[in-house]
């Protein structure tokens, strides 16, 4: 990265997996507006960066995150509370850019060490997989602060694992584990606490050799967008048309001799690569 930051730990390895760790664990990881700064400048950061083909995001000591930092009261929701944060993140018609991870082409896993409470459990929704330890201490606790549910997770969980468990979760505000958020479907698994990064890491470091980085973000963003396209034909005509210009490209070519070879593809695409503009439905 540019510079070391106060709060996180940044580390990339040889094939291309940024490990990004959130530490603070004197404080359980909680955040701070200035770590929301950072946070988003590390992330696009990773993603600009043709080195980094899958991005893990853990927490340091027992805790993932244990949301936003309220040691100061009540008065960080408060009007003047609003105003810094807005002062400190760019406000909130800035989010969508600092904060729609779906946007990068860079396939984001959530390992989820520890407890992950309110907007540290929202966070990982910003993911696109998610590793959680069997026992770690989940929970939407927003309905039992007077607070509401945030970092667009409204509009992702009820699509992740349905309206009627998005509810009992939001409504209610209980707790929940690891294992019962592997059944759910909000995490992909679930593991013993001490397998949580590596599992994580072990999945981002497959992905970040066997697929091509090009595809993986084609892929990650059609498919977030077609979350939100009500006509299926549509949406079947303009996957196979990009379907056919990705198999004009070089990446497809290095996929099938690494198939015939039984070797390592060697990935000559981008991140983001140059298609054509009629073809980018999935922008914006």
């Not at 990004?20 to 988003?40: G, H, L």
């Not at 390992?111 to 907007?119: S, V």
């Not at 599992?199 to 939100?228: N, W």
Request: aromatic share 8%; proline share 5%; glycine share 8%.
């Amino acid at each position: 990265m540019a510079h070391e930051y106060e709060n996180f730990l940044v580390d990339i390895d040889e094939v291309g997996v940024a490990t990004v760790t959130i530490n603070r664990p004197d404080k359980m990881n909680a955040f701070t507006y200035d770590m929301e700064r950072d946070i988003a400048e590390i992330m696009w950061g990773l993603d600009a960066n043709e080195d980094v083909h899958v991005i893990v995001l853990t927490g340091a000591g027992r805790a993932f995150s244990s949301g936003i930092d309220l040691s100061q009261g009540p008065q960080v929701f408060s009007e003047e509370g609003m105003d810094d944060h807005a002062a400190t993140t760019g406000g909130t018609a800035s989010l969508p850019e600092k904060f729609g991870w779906w946007r990068m082409a860079t396939p984001v896993i959530a390992a989820i060490n520890g407890a992950a409470i309110g907007a540290g459990l929202t966070l990982t929704l910003l993911a696109d997989l998610r590793v959680v330890a069997d026992d770690a201490k989940l929970q939407f606790v927003f309905s039992r602060r007077a607070m509401l549910p945030e970092a667009n997770s409204t509009w992702l969980l009820a699509r992740l694992i349905g309206a009627s468990r998005a509810m009992e979760l939001l409504l209610t505000g209980r707790p929940f584990d690891g294992k019962e958020a592997r059944e759910y479907g909000i995490a992909v698994r679930s593991v013993p606490a001490d397998q949580v990064l590596a599992t994580a890491q072990e999945l981002a470091r497959d992905m970040a050799v066997q697929c091509s980085p090009a595809t993986l973000g084609l892929i990650k963003r059609v498919l977030y967008h077609f979350m939100s396209e009500t006509d299926r034909s549509k949406a079947m005509i303009q996957e196979t048309d990009l379907v056919w210009w990705m198999g004009t490209q070089p990446d497809i070519v290095a996929g099938v001799m690494a198939w015939m070879s039984n070797k390592e593809p060697q990935w000559k695409m981008p991140k983001y690569p140059d298609v054509p503009e009629h073809l980018r439905f999935y922008e914006g």
